[in-house]
Nanobody
Framework: QVQLVESGGGLVQAGGSLRLSCAAS????????MGWYRQAPGKQRELVAA???????NYADSVKGRFTISRDNAKPTVYLKMISLKPEDTGVYYC?????WGLGSMGSWGQGTQVTVSS
């Protein structure tokens, strides 16, 4: 199995920046893709950005041009660099990893890290 631990959240003013980190442990050799999701109060969890083992990245339209996901397979850790933050970026950010398990795949979640953007 894969375990994930996030760090780097906090309180920032609108227009500011933060970098989130997610360190993976366990069966990290089996990781297929990693990503970041967020959940605002009263809303469903949504995908923010994802990156494959080969480095292909995808972003939600709302964060394109402002957020950058990157991955260090050697550590292994995934990062989310966030700039030009807006109050609507506020939420709990969760790291996710999809990994091979038997003949299929499974997903693992971190505990979440709070990001609060003040106006």
């Amino acid at each position: 199995q894969v375990q994930l631990v996030e760090s780097g959240g906090g309180l920032v003013q609108a227009g500011g920046s933060l970098r989130l980190s997610c360190a993976a442990s366990g069966s990290t050799f089996s990781i297929i893709a990693m990503g970041w999701y967020r959940q605002a109060p009263g809303k469903q969890r949504e995908l923010v950005a994802a990156i494959s083992s080969g480095g292909t990245a995808n972003y939600a339209d709302s964060v394109k041009g402002r957020f950058t996901i990157s991955r260090d397979n050697a550590k292994p850790t995934v990062y989310l660099k966030m700039i030009s933050l807006k109050p609507e970026d506020t939420g709990v950010y969760y790291c996710n990893a999809d990994y091979r398990w038997g003949l299929g795949s499974m997903g693992s979640w971190g505990q979440g890290t709070q990001v609060t953007v003040s106006s």
